[in-house]
C-alpha cells in the first residue's frame, strides 16, 4: 500500500500555495494541506461509514482549518481571498 501523502506531494503543495516549496509554517500552506487531507478522508468514509476515529480526525481537521482561514480572514483579507478562490472552498 502506497502512503496518500508522500514527501513529495506535500512539497508540492507547499510549493503551489506557499511562498516555496519548503515554506511549511504559512498559513496558506497549511490550508492547502489540509483541504488535501479533508478530501482524502471524506472519500475513505464514503467506503467506511462505521470508521467513527476517521470521522473524529476529519471534523478535527475541518476546525483546524477553520481556525486558519479565520486568522488569515483577520490578518489579511486579500490572501484569504486568494485561498479560498485557489481552493475552491465555500465562505
Known amino acids: 500500500m502506497s502512503e496518500y501523502l508522500a514527501s513529495d506531494k506535500k512539497q508540492e ?3 503551489k500555495y506557499g ?3 519548503k515554506d ?7 490550508i492547502a494541506l489540509f483541504s488535501y487531507r479533508i478530501a ?3 472519500e475513505h468514509l464514503k467506503n ?4 467513527f476515529g476517521t470521522q473524529r ?5 475541518v476546525g483546524k482549518r477553520r481556525r486558519l ?3 488569515l480572514k483577520s490578518k489579511d483579507i486579500e490572501r484569504y481571498r486568494n485561498i479560498v478562490k485557489a481552493l475552491n472552498l465555500r465562505k
Open 19 to 21: 511562498k516555496s516549496n
Open 69 to 71: 482561514l479565520d486568522y
Open 48 to 51: 467506511n461509514k462505521k470508521d
Open 24 to 30: 511549511t509554517g504559512s498559513p496558506e500552506s497549511q
Open 13 to 15: 503543495i507547499f510549493g
Open 40 to 42: 482524502h478522508l471524506s
Open 57 to 61: 480526525s476529519l471534523l478535527r481537521l
